[in-house]
């Protein structure tokens, strides 16, 4: 069976630096876009960022763009977000999600993702 294991998150203070990693097993991954979404408390979940099945395209949130950076490692089955500069505001869980995609598009509608982690909570205090 699919599984998406998120890992890496945890309380920062605000200017701060996080790596999360979301690690993933019965798929072939190399056939997935890979996406990371973030769900506050009393908000809905909001799509973060997503990368292609290469790694050749990637695309942010406005609120993330030059503070996040998606990446993948195919042969590790892994899928990064690395996160610099955080705010309080971006005290979330983070999900990472599978969208099977065989193009190079990638997709920002949690609607298209066919499988999704359990979660890791990030924490920034002010």
């Known amino acids: 069976q699919v599984q998406l294991v998120e890992s890496g998150g945890g309380l920062v203070q605000a200017g701060g630096s996080l790596r999360l990693s979301c690690a993933a097993s019965?798929?072939?991954?190399?056939?997935?876009?890979m996406g990371w979404f973030r769900q506050a408390p009393g908000k809905e979940r909001e799509f973060v960022a997503a990368?292609?099945?290469?790694?050749?395209?990637?695309y942010y949130a406005d609120s993330v763009k030059g503070r996040f950076t998606i990446s993948r490692a195919n042969a590790k089955q892994a899928v990064y977000l690395q996160m610099n500069s955080l705010k309080p505001e971006d005290t979330a869980v983070y999900y990472c999600?599978?969208?099977?995609?065989?193009?190079?598009?990638?997709?920002?509608?949690?609607?298209?993702?066919?499988?999704w982690g359990q979660g890791t909570q990030v924490t920034v205090s002010s």
């Open positions: 999600a599978a969208d099977f995609n065989l193009g190079t598009a990638v997709v920002t509608t949690s609607a298209s993702y066919n499988y």
């Open positions: 990368i292609s099945r290469t790694g050749g395209s990637t």
């Open positions: 019965g798929l072939t991954f190399s056939t997935y876009a």
